[in-house]
């Protein structure tokens, strides 16, 4: 497909029911316009991987798209837990996804392991921790220099890998600055990606060669969504919108409330209404 797209046909052309889809970005960049076009078109039976589920998840699992989930940490940040993944762990309701759990530096290294065309990660960890009894993707291996005994993990390997980063250059070259987490390891660790950007741009003036983090050759497709992160941040364009974080745990508290916000701010919401919104966020 093209390099440069619309939303919509993105999501539609490279996220498939039963892909494996990953959607980084770590407090910042997080791709939530990207998500919230994948619920609007209904895809389902989904692998969801994110180091730290937050918000777009839950929203995600609410809306029954999920069939299993590998995750380090879930919560709201600052604020507490995801209740909708808290209901259809308890309740099963919409469905009952399977769960895989990591820490944060087996997902860091799992991400790397993959864009490295490697089968797994090996790295110190999990010392002490309860984790590897309920998580059988947790094994040792002994170093065959050292006889050391260390952890190895599943390199992720998602089908789609989908981030947000400020700009784009017009050959299809992707900027990221501030907060990184592993959106450059998702996308070169994945079959297929969608960038979303704040802003499409000649070239990069006066920058350092080295914040281009991906080169053009590494995208599968980039579509210009300003505001595509909120309500986390984008460095250098926008703050991160603590009061629908804290807004969201009372949202998400029932599931009826859950529904109508997510019909109101999300299934009814196209390209056009959601740009007006973001106009704000730039003032």
């Not at 989930?69 to 879930?74: E, G, H, N, Q, R």
């Not at 017009?170 to 079959?191: H, S």
Request: charged share 20%.
């Amino acid at each position: 497909m093209s390099k440069f797209s619309a939303l919509d046909s993105a999501v539609r052309d490279l996220v498939h029911d039963g892909d494996t889809v990953a959607f980084e970005g770590f407090t910042h960049l997080i791709p939530f316009a990207a998500a919230h076009e994948v619920i609007r078109q209904g895809k389902r039976d989904l692998t969801l991987i994110r180091l730290t589920p937050d918000v777009i998840y839950d929203q995600m699992i609410g809306m029954g798209l999920a069939k299993k989930v590998v995750f380090s940490y879930a919560g709201n940040p600052g604020v507490g837990l995801l209740r909708r993944l808290r209901d259809t762990v308890e309740n099963g309701w919409p469905n009952r996804p399977e769960l895989v759990e990591h820490s944060h530096a087996a997902m860091a290294n799992a991400y790397e392991a993959g864009a490295a065309g490697l089968p797994c990660a090996i790295f110190r960890g999990y010392r002490g921790a309860g984790l590897k009894a309920v998580n059988p993707d947790i094994r040792t291996i002994t170093c065959p220099f050292t006889g050391e005994e260390l952890v190895a993990v599943p390199a992720i390997k998602p089908d789609v890998a989908i981030i947000h980063a400020q700009k784009a250059n017009r050959r299809g070259d992707v900027l990221v600055e501030g907060i990184i987490g592993v959106q450059k390891e998702a996308v070169l660790a994945a079959k297929r990606s969608i960038v979303t950007v704040e802003e499409v741009v000649d070239n990069f003036d006066d920058l350092h060669t080295n914040l281009c983090i991906l080169p053009h050759w590494t995208v599968t497709t980039i579509v210009a969504v300003p505001g595509g992160a909120h309500p986390s941040y984008a460095h250098g364009y926008y703050r991160r919108d603590n009061a629908a974080y804290m807004a969201w745990d009372t949202i998400s508290a029932e599931r009826e409330s859950f529904a109508a916000w997510m019909q109101e701010n999300v299934l009814d919401v196209g390209p056009e209404v959601f740009a007006a919104r973001v106009e704000g966020l730039r003032k």
